[in-house]
């Protein structure tokens, strides 16, 4: 698969507001946000969607993903009130970026069903 737009944010090819990292995270605010916290949570390696995952080769990524989520969530000061964590997958999923993201939202009442 070709480079994403994500990998490119990840070796600072493109900019964007980048509010944490790790050796194996970085987590940036999306470009269209859908709530007054908007951020995304991607691992570094190449993962095209959660399709992929297996637990025994992927479990600590992921647990790195909640906690960068649960981490941000503190430092934007919504964990309190609480937060909704999302991963798209594929077409019906509404996936656009074909690097595995998380979506932490959060600063407003959040809807169920989704749309
Ligand atoms: P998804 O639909 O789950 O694949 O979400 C992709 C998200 O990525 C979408 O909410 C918009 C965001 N996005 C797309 N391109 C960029 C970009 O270049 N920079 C940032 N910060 N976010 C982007």
């Known amino acids: 698969m070709g480079k ?6 990840i070796s600072r090819e493109i900019p964007a507001d ?13 470009i269209n946000p859908q709530a007054p916290v908007h951020i995304l949570i991607i691992p570094k390696i190449e993962i095209p969607t959660i399709k992929e995952i297996k637990g025994a080769e992927h479990a600590k990524l992921l647990g ?3 906690e960068a989520a649960n981490k941000i969530a503190e430092a934007e000061n919504i964990s309190e009130n609480g937060f909704r964590l999302v991963f798209n997958c594929g077409s019906n999923g509404g996936q656009e970026v074909y690097h595995l993201h998380m979506h932490l939202l959060g600063g407003r009442q959040m809807k169920w069903p989704p749309g």
């Open 18 to 30: 980048i509010v944490y990292e790790t050796e194996s995270v970085l987590a940036f605010r999306d």
């Open 4 to 9: 994403t737009i994500f990998s490119k944010i």
């Open 64 to 66: 790195e993903l909640v």
